[in-house]
T-cell receptor, first 110, second 115 residues
Framework: GQNIDQPTEMTATEGAIVQINCTYQTSGFNGLFWYQQHAGEAPTFLSYNVLDGLEEKGRFSSFLSRSKGYSYLLLKELQMKDSASYLCACRKGNTGKLIFGQGTTLQVKP | DAGVTQSPTHLIKTRGQQVTLRCSPKSGHDTVSWYQQALGQGPQFIFQYYEEEERQRGNFPDRFSGHQFPNYSSELNVNALLLGDSALYLC??????????????FGEGSWLTVV
């Protein structure tokens, strides 16, 4: 079956670092995506991991361990505009089908 | 280069009615997937179209149907609307021949409210 778990809510302070974890059990796993979604808007792509390790892109980094079924999204130098929902999604098979977690709502406080 | 476009952006329907939502994929993409996102939840996969055929389907009833046209654009139809169908409907496009990388793009979505 498919199961993706991530925390429902997190709070962090402007300028700090926050790590959002995601654990998954997905048959036919073929990569993990992280999306950012502001309220009332569509998800926007942040990162993609298919091999184990860390992918760094500016203030955002994403890590994947396939053997542990685990990923995290690391946000550095938090800004108020980073307040949003962060969605972890697994690609299933060799298609565009994504299985999403419920999303983590991050609130950045001054 | 236009991204994924969806229409309409917002609409209100009455229970029992039917609705059609439209999506044009990103240029160069040939696969369209539809997702339903209820408030406070992650998107749920409805189905995927490639070469004008439904290739995969999620756990949605037959009231949800779709179509893909020769120009790769797609429609999502929902019949006999229920209050629980109120959600954001997202279209995602990709290129089946490029399975890796960040090649899944979402449109802005269509907000459906059923009253």
């Amino acid at each position: 079956g498919q199961n993706i778990d991530q925390p429902t809510e997190m709070t962090a302070t402007e300028g700090a670092i926050v790590q959002i974890n995601c654990t998954y059990q997905t048959s036919g796993f073929n990569g993990l995506f992280w999306y950012q979604q502001h309220a009332g808007e569509a998800p926007t792509f942040l990162s993609y991991n298919v091999l184990d390790g860390l992918e760094e892109k500016g203030r955002f980094s994403s890590f994947l361990s396939r053997s542990k079924g685990y990923s995290y999204l690391l946000l550095k130098e938090l800004q108020m505009k980073d307040s949003a929902s962060y969605l972890c999604a697994c690609r299933k098979g060799n298609t565009g089908k994504l299985i999403f977690g419920q999303g983590t709502t991050l609130q950045v406080k001054p | 280069d236009a991204g994924v476009t969806q229409s309409p952006t917002h609409l209100i329907k009455t229970r029992g009615q039917q609705v059609t939502l439209r999506c044009s994929p990103k240029s160069g993409h040939d696969t369209v997937s539809w997702y339903q996102q209820a408030l406070g939840q992650g998107p749920q996969f409805i189905f995927q179209y490639y070469e004008e055929e439904e290739r995969q389907r999620g756990n949605f009833p037959d009231r949800f149907s779709g179509h893909q046209f020769p120009n790769y654009s797609s429609e999502l139809n929902v019949n006999a609307l229920l209050l629980g169908d109120s959600a954001l409907y997202l279209c995602a496009s990709s290129f089946l021949g490029q399975p890796s990388g960040n090649t899944i793009y979402f449109g802005e979505g269509s907000w459906l409210t059923v009253v």
